[in-house]
């Protein structure tokens, strides 16, 4: 499913829930089925020792494959209603070989040894096919073999045990909540994820990996029949890499301040009875002006400037060509970071890259190459410092090892570079959002992400937000409606002057990135504590048709 | 083999359904295989060749319905899923919309299958992207594209008697071009039903054109421009207003479509007189099943026309809940075009702006369909019936709704992804700010 698709799902602002969608992410299944193990790894292991050694009988000189099960659960409801509840599994085997120094790759959904052979023999075809127009043979960065080894997101309660009915209670019952406050409609959503997979390569590494996602969601809509306006306001829910235990409400895990937001545990009724006050409000907002403000951003919003403006330029693959047809190059080119004095943003502007912060949606043992993940700078200080990469990509930069960046939505798609979690480090000082507001002369707190926009070398952007509070003379002076900001990527991040302390730090995310021919999701987390951005153009988006 | 013949899905469908014990049975059979280049930097960067097959069943006991899938075909295994769908049912939530199922309904047979086009195997599809590298080596450009072909086909049967089939082949090719400086950038997209269509060689040829033709962009003032979209910038705009031709959303007062006080715009003049909009399955450039997933005929069904919206689309329970026929959606649009070329329309502008392509294009406001995006990989500027210079990238903030009250001409329609889209000149397109990406 692409970003783009889901995002319209999610937010079912137009042709409500279809479905059938659904049906792309796998085959749909029985709940209890979803709990029932899969293959034991001993019996993975053997099957891919049959791929790697078919693979190199056929003359690969490298091979990995990855056995995956892959298990989806969507319980939808609008209103007083169950639109659907959904169990879906998908269960296969996808081959990559190196064979005449040009990549190959294979899947099948038949997991059997006489198949596995057939797919192992196929993905040396298709490299030996192509290695006829191949320009540069492909080089790997070392690795040494991990051996048999294991990693398990450390979730508290895994999704798929909780009963269905136990989600659709709490999803009719935050619906009632905004119904009975004044909404005119409800759509709400959990969907969980489960990967399963298994990784072996001929470098002599076995990783068996089990990952957990979540993300419970909803849009209140209000409806002004009189003017023909409608208005909506989305959960302030983040995707997490975590289990049902996001969904257990604690008091320490809320950040109260203009409305309460969440950090690793989220309290949907009391957030969607907010939002349907939110939205009523909204609607009847005065229209922005247009012109320059300081921004004060809620992480509930800046993760995704974050991802647009600071992650996707800093993919390697993106910088070197590889994405040109599709999402695009980029403006971090290697001369910027060669020089070693490029000025990405202010002095503030720290972001770090990793795999391994705990809930978030990145986080996992090793990549889908083997790659034991890390954490590493990205900018430091302002200054850009290095990129993500993986092990085809290393030695055209100069560097030893990858930086266990490769990813791959199934075991039907083949692996290749993906954003690990790229997040803005907190303020080092003590630092509340209540000061910084109260320095801002003429601005607008934004709240929650919406329409987002940027081009292909990640430049010039445009944000949207769920809701929007004026700051006039350092008070929040009520709500605005109609407001998008405007800014190239280099200048807004040199116009940080102000973020908030550690205790304001949470993660937001997205459960579904797009990339690549055919494209392929990624779920990946962007952490940040609020952020002031001074004198950025805002514009009014307010058309009549 | 993942393709199975009319008669092969038949049995293996009959088969199963003699299992089911469910009030309400439909069975779903249904496979692909096809395959794909990936290449960049002028050499091919990953490929793949991918197949499955599965069977769906879903059994409904009153309003109670289960789904359960399997991918093996022997008759334990047709059993046990059936079985599976029929306990799930027993256990799920009732659906109050649950529609009963269809009976009989006759399809025409669809055109939706090519021969040529399901025999590409993996040396084709290197012979093919050969040819593409070759133009970007021979012009010292750098080359980034994607090749991909698939078969499938799709066939259901429920209980009370209504079976469907269809086969289905599609190829689409796309590149990029960018020179060495990285300051020229130019793009190509084509997608067929029948691959002897497809000439490479051709496409990557208007690749490197713009490619060259860009390079070297001067800055312009954003504002508002009279356009002239290629077919690919023109079906990026049109594509998504097409989730809005929804009636339920509309009837709900949460569309574009809705009408102030209630209801929809039905028969309203929402666009110019210039623009009709259908879809027909039996078209030949292109072809789509003639039925839909819930088993209603796919008819050739006009949308908007002469700028007056004729349908919205319906699904089979709220059909019934607004006494109307249940029209279904329609995914293939076809825009009809003019007689108009590029060139004219070029020639008849005094100042104004040519677009290859758009990108990054996001809803702001499902009130007016507000989009913003920004334009790529050729952006020209005109001056007296002439293209002058090439020009940097826009940002756009601009409805498809007010663009298609704005027609000054349109072109002959084209094939462009999964939409037939005429090139369209366009007056007071809103561009709001300058992009440095090439």
Redesign the interface.
Request: glycine share 12%; hydrophobic share 30%; charged share 25%.
């Given at each position: 499913m692409k970003r783009k698709d889901f995002l319209q799902l999610s937010a079912m602002s137009l042709g409500g829930l279809l479905l059938p969608k659904f049906a792309l992410l796998g085959n749909p299944i029985d709940p209890l089925q979803a709990l029932q193990d899969g293959m034991d790894v001993s019996t993975k292991k053997l099957l891919s020792d049959v791929a790697l050694n078919t693979a190199k009988a056929k003359g690969a000189s490298y091979a990995d494959v990855r056995i995956g099960r892959y298990l989806n659960q969507f319980v939808a409801t609008r209103e007083d209603r169950v639109q659907g509840v959904a169990n879906t599994e998908s269960f296969g085997v996808g081959i990559r070989v190196l064979a005449n120094g040009c990549w190959g790759f294979a899947a099948s959904d038949n997991v059997t040894k006489d198949n596995i052979a057939k797919v192992a023999e196929r993905a040396v075809a298709v490299a030996k096919a192509n290695a006829k127009i191949q320009g540069e043979a492909v080089q790997l960065a070392p690795l040494k073999g991990f051996g048999e080894v294991s990693w398990k997101a450390p979730i508290e309660k895994n999704s798929f045990e909780v009963p269905v009915k136990d989600k659709v209670d709490l999803l009719l019952s935050a619906n009632s909540v905004a119904m009975a406050n004044g909404a005119n409609f409800v759509n709400s959503l959990i969907f969980a994820v489960q990967e399963q997979k298994y990784f072996a390569s001929t470098d002599g590494s076995y990783i068996d990996q089990d990952i957990h996602r979540i993300y419970p969601t909803f849009t209140v809509t209000k409806v002004d029949k009189a003017t023909g306006k409608f208005d909506t306001r989305n959960s302030f829910s983040s995707p997490m890499g975590m289990g049902y235990e996001y969904l257990t409400p604690l008091a320490n895990e809320k950040v109260t301040g203009v409305v309460t937001r969440y950090k690793n545990r989220y309290d949907m009724l009391e957030d969607i009875k907010t939002a349907t006050s939110d939205v009523t409000e909204k609607i009847k907002a005065k229209t922005v002006e247009p012109g320059k403000y300081d921004l004060v951003l809620d992480p509930s919003h800046l993760w995704l400037t974050i991802h647009e403006s600071v992650g996707h330029p800093t993919e390697l693959d993106r910088v070197l060509g590889y994405e040109a047809n599709y999402a695009g190059t980029s403006f971090l080119t290697l001369d910027k970071w060669k020089s070693k004095n490029f000025n990405f943003g202010s002095k503030l502007v720290n972001i770090v890259a990793d795999k391994t912060q705990t809930g978030s949606l990145g986080a996992v043992g090793w990549d889908d190459e083997g790659v034991k993940c890390k954490e590493w700078d990205l900018i430091k200080d302002g200054v850009l410092v290095n990129y993500q990469s993986i092990r085809d990509q290393a030695h055209i930069i100069g560097l030893k090892e990858s930086h266990g960046c490769c990813y791959s939505q199934s075991w039907s798609d083949v692996q290749f570079q993906r954003m690990p979690n790229v997040s803005l480090q907190p303020g080092k000082e003590k630092r509340s959002v209540d000061d910084m507001i109260k320095n801002v002369e003429k601005g607008i707190y934004i709240m929650g992400n919406g329409s987002f926009s940027i081009d292909q070398q990640r430049y010039n952007f445009q944000f949207g937000g769920q809701t929007f509070y004026e700051i006039k003379n350092g008070k929040i002076a009520g709500m605005l409606r109609d407001v998008a900001y405007q800014a190239n990527t280099q200048e807004f991040w040199n116009s940080l002057t102000d973020v908030a302390d550690k205790s304001d730090y949470r993660l937001g995310g997205s459960f579904n990135d797009g990339k690549g021919q055919p494209p392929q999701s990624s779920a990946v987390s962007h952490g940040s504590s609020t952020a002031r951005f001074n004198g950025v153009n805002v514009i009014n988006t307010a058309r009549k048709i | 083999m993942p393709i199975l013949s009319k008669e092969e899905a038949q049995t293996i469908l009959k088969k199963a359904m003699a299992f089911s014990k469910a009030e309400d049975c439909t069975i779903s059979l249904s496979g692909s295989e096809g395959?794909?280049?990936?290449y960049?930097?002028?050499?091919?960067?990953?490929?793949?060749?991918?197949?499955?097959m599965?069977l769906?069943v879903t059994s409904a006991f009153g309003k109670r319905t289960g789904?359960?899938?399997?991918?093996e075909f022997d008759d334990a295994s047709l059993q046990k899923v059936v079985h599976?769908a029929e306990?799930?049912a027993k256990l799920?939530?009732e659906?109050?919309?649950y529609m009963p199922l269809l009976g009989p309904q006759t399809y025409p047979e669809s055109i939706t299958y090519n021969p040529a086009t399901a025999a590409i195997n993996?040396?084709k599809?290197?012979d093919a992207?050969?040819k593409s590298?070759q133009v970007a080596k021979e012009g010292k450009l750098?080359a980034?594209?994607?090749l991909?072909n698939g078969t499938g086909f799709n066939s259901f049967m429920n209980s009370k008697g209504l079976f469907a089939y269809n086969k289905d082949t599609d190829v689409s090719f796309?590149?990029?071009l960018?020179n060495e400086a990285?300051t020229g950038?130019g793009?190509i997209s084509k997608s067929y039903n029948d691959v002897a269509r497809l000439d490479t060689l051709a496409l990557t040829k208007i690749a490197a054109s713009k490619a060259n033709g860009s390079a070297g962009a001067k800055a312009i003032e954003p504002g508002k421009y009279t356009v002239i979209l290629e077919p690919l910038a023109a079906s990026d705009m049109v594509d998504n207003m097409f989730?809005?031709f929804?009636a339920?959303?509309a009837d709900?007062?949460?569309?574009?479509m809705?009408?102030?006080?209630?209801g929809t715009r039905m028969g309203e003049q929402?666009f110019d007189p210039n623009v009709t909009i259908y879809n027909d399955p039996m078209d030949p450039i292109l072809p789509s099943s003639t039925w839909t997933?819930d088993g209603r005929p796919q008819r050739k069904t006009v949308w908007v026309d002469k700028g007056v919206v004729k349908n919205l689309a319906y699904s089979r329970y709220w059909a019934q809940q607004k006494g109307v026929d249940a029209v279904p959606p329609a995914r293939r649009m076809i825009m009809q075009g003019g007689t108009s070329s590029i060139a004219d329309m070029i020639k008849n502008t005094d100042r104004g702006i040519l677009v290859t392509r758009f990108?990054?294009?996001?809803?702001?406001?499902?009130?007016?369909?507000?989009l913003?995006?920004?334009t790529?990989d050729g952006t020209f500027y005109i001056e007296n019936g002439k293209i002058k210079f090439p020009i940097k990238?826009f940002?756009f903030?601009e409805?498809p709704?007010?663009m298609l009250n704005n027609v000054e001409e349109l072109g002959k329609a084209e094939r462009v992804g999964n939409l037939v889209v005429p090139p369209m000149k366009i007056r007071d397109f809103t561009f709001?700010?300058?992009?440095?990406?090439?």
């Open positions: - | 395959g794909n280049i990936r960049a930097r002028n050499a091919v960067s990953t490929a793949g060749d991918i197949n499955s599965s769906g789904t359960a899938t399997i991918n599976r306990e799930l799920a939530p659906n109050p919309e993996p040396d599809r290197a992207v050969g590298l750098e980034a594209g994607f991909e796309s590149v990029t960018r990285g950038s793009y989730n809005g929804d339920r959303n709900e007062g949460r569309s574009f809705s009408k102030k006080g209630g929402l997933g990108w990054y294009i996001r809803f702001v406001d499902p009130q007016t369909l507000l913003t995006g920004l790529r990238n940002r903030n409805s709704v007010i709001t700010s300058l992009s440095d990406a090439v």
